[in-house]
């Protein structure tokens, strides 16, 4: 366990201006940080601020759902300039891990459209489907017949995910030499106003389990997805990296496991359920970075 996170709001000019020198490099969570439903108040100051203060700044999400245009607008509602050009999201750590291994097999995607189309953007072969499962039982033995051009099984959000898809999935993973790769691993996804419920994981984890293979995990809190963000963003030194979360699980252990300083946002889970963690804390922590803002 980490020693006691430190309110920023609570340090003195000195102390605030020794943190803000002790990185050089913002990286962001992007839910419940820029934006809920709406942009937060302030966002795009405080990132423009930090700019100020020399930092280079960029994005890293779980989430894969969302558009091209539709971060696009929240990054302008947000008054963030290249929001997206910044951004890290399990799409892009899938694709960049399959074209440093030169894969040139087929990808069969448990996945959302977005994702889908990043695979493919980046040259990746891709087989999706069925969007509906047969309606009687005898007929789902034709998911379970391998097909050889398939060398790994991609299992990222998949709102649409269905008991035929897994049996496909499981079906090429009984093959040790094809790759299993996932996306979010979020238990749970948050709604805001104490709201949460399932996440697309629990399909990822269905698959694990009746496949007997575990994935590489290419999400937060994975360090190999925090390294290929770092890559992107070309930084080499992660104890340069500040990260900017408001998630314990996803954010806060990527932060560890990467080696980056981390700051806890106070959007989703108040003060006390933070400190009640049985293994994480955060270096640091704040309400929201509106409450940051005053001190830059
Ligand atoms: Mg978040």
New binding site residues.
Partial sequence: MNSMPVNLLDLSPGEFKKFLDSFDHVFS?????VWTTKALPRVGEFFNLMKKHGKTVHFVSNNSVRSRQNYEDKFKEAKIENGYQSLTTPPFAIAGYLKALNFKKKVYAVACDVTVKILKSHGIKTKTGPVLGADIFDDYVQYLEDDPEIGAVVCDCDFKANLAKIHKAVTYLRRPEVLFLCGATDRRIHFGQGRSALGCAIFTNVVSEDSNRSPIVLSKPSKLFGEFAMKRAGVTDPSKVLFI???IE??IKLGKNTGFKTLMLLTNIPKETMLAHKTTRPDFYADSLASIVPLL
């Fill in positions: 969570d992007c839910d419940g940080v979360g408001d998630m996803q954010d």
